[in-house]
């Protein structure tokens, strides 16, 4: 006859899959009431081993066995989630995804062509209804495969980053003064004089002109003070044909100093005369 009992603790992990045909409050909330599920053990991990003399009395050993059995009915029983916790779980799920906001077919934008080095970079910029930037495209020269197609799809991470929601203000953050070749003076913008890198000027350039980071630039706005930019915008703002006209402009192009680079048609009269 045996004389020692020995218990050995396990912790099992294992997941359920169900499929469905819709999602919703009501699915969710039944899915522990379902049977159709499929069990998948993941994983199963030794706790503890005990080993207990077999010299105790019969009363403790039935209430032990008694309580092991109710520990087995418990395990066995489903956990009914309410209506209530499985309503968050749902909204906490549509809440951490976002949404992306894609681009219109046909979109403002601008190019920028500089030299940094012996390196010619253009960047391309899209831009929204509202001028906020959706998207860019990032082209150089001199540069073998490899460094395009990674500068491609790099533009397009940014790019599918800033259609989901991310500001560019982390991004600029991120990238501003990294440094890695070529870098050196910038020929061809009026704002940036110098980078350190590629991405170091690309960063620069968009956070001057869509954030107006004049912390960012080299060499000071075009503009007038700010006092004066702020009076100019409220007397502006009274002004349709100048709303129109920053409607239809690249943000990005025109920066703060749009009304310097509009030219004034009105005075200029075309006659359309056809051919007798």
Known sequence: MAKYLV?????????????????????????????????????????????????????????KLNNNQNLIKDIKKPKIISTETSQQFVKKINESVSKRFSMPDRRKGYIQKVTIGDHKVYL???EYEDGKIGEIFIDTSKEGELVKALMNNFAIAISLGLQYGVPLDEFVNAYVNTKFEPSGKVFGNDRILSATSILDYIFRELAISYLGREDLAHTPSLGTSDKNLDEEEDIDGQNQFLKIVKDITSKGFVRNNYKKKLVDLSDIRISLKGKK
């Open 7 to 63: 218990e050995t603790y396990y912790t099992c992990s294992f997941k359920v899959n169900h499929y469905l045909d819709n999602i919703d409050e009501n699915e969710i909330s039944n899915l522990e009431k379902r049977d159709d599920g499929k069990f998948e053990i993941l994983d199963v991990k030794l706790d503890n081993r005990k080993t207990k003399n077999l010299d105790i009395s019969k009363i403790k050993e039935d209430k």
């Open 124 to 126: 391309h910029t899209g």
